[in-house]
C-alpha cells in the first residue's frame, strides 16, 4: 500500500517484455529483494539489486494494462516505497493495481503551476468524486471539472518538480488508480441490488 507522495524519479535504465531496470541513487539503498515499490502508480516485486538500481520483473498482464509496456531506456519513472506505520499519509491510500490507463488531453500552465485534463474510459466515471482522491503515474491528485470521459486536477510546482508530470506531453498515456473507497462502496451498492 502506498499514498501517492512521489518520493524519487527513477530513470529507465532497461526494459524488455518482463523486466524492468531503473536507476535510482536515492532509493536503491532502501530496497530489499522481494519487496513492493511502485513505479508510475504500478507495485512491482524488487526482483534484483545493483549499485544505485534496481530490476523487478514484470507479467504479461501488467504490461498489458499499463503503461510500464511503454516505457524506454531514459525515461523518468515516478518512484515510492510502501507506506510504513512511521510515515504520515500525505495523499490518499494507492494500492499500487491500476484500474485503467488515460491519456492527457490538454496541459494548460497557470503560473508556476498546472491544469491537466485528462481522459478515461467512461466505464470509469462511478469511481471519480469531484474534489476526490485519484492516482495518476502514482501521483495523488484532486480531480475536479468531470465529465463522463474526462477530469481535470491542478497540479502545483512543487509536485511539478518531484515527479514525471513536469515532462507529460499531449497524447501520452498515463495509468489511473481510482480511490479504494470508492471502489468498495460501489461494489457494497452493487451487491444490496
Known amino acids: 500500500m ?17 523486466l524492468l531496470g531503473v536507476r535510482s541513487d536515492q532509493l536503491s539503498n532502501k530496497l530489499v529483494l522481494g519487496a513492493s515499490i511502485a513505479v508510475n502508480g504500478v507495485c512491482l516485486t ?13 507479467s504479461r498482464e501488467t504490461v498489458r494494462r499499463t503503461t510500464l509496456g511503454d516505457l524506454h531506456p531514459g525515461q523518468a519513472v515516478n518512484l515510492e516505497l510502501p507506506l510504513t506505520l512511521e510515515r504520515g499519509i500525505d495523499g490518499h491510500l ?4 491500476v484500474d485503467t490507463m488515460g491519456k492527457v488531453v490538454m496541459i494548460e500552465q497557470q503560473g508556476k503551476d498546472r491544469l491537466i485534463k485528462f481522459s478515461y474510459p467512461c466505464e470509469f466515471s462511478r469511481y471519480l468524486v469531484e474534489k476526490g482522491s485519484v492516482a495518476i503515474d502514482g501521483i495523488s491528485l484532486t ?23 513536469a515532462v507529460r506531453k499531449v497524447g501520452e498515456r498515463v495509468n489511473i ?8 462502496i460501489q461494489r457494497m451498492r452493487s451487491d444490496v441490488h
Request: charged share 25%; with cysteine.
Open 143 to 165: 480531480p475536479f471539472a468531470l465529465s463522463g470521459e474526462t477530469f481535470t486536477c491542478g497540479v502545483v510546482a512543487e509536485t511539478l518538480s518531484r515527479t514525471n508530470l
Open 46 to 58: 524488487v526482483t534484483e539489486i545493483g549499485e544505485g538500481s534496481f530490476r523487478a520483473d514484470l
Open 2 to 18: 502506498f499514498t501517492g507522495i512521489i518520493i524519487d524519479m527513477g530513470i529507465v535504465k532497461e526494459r524488455r517484455n518482463d
Open 177 to 184: 488508480e481510482f480511490d479504494i473507497l470508492g471502489k468498495y
Open 94 to 97: 494507492v494500492l499500487g493495481h
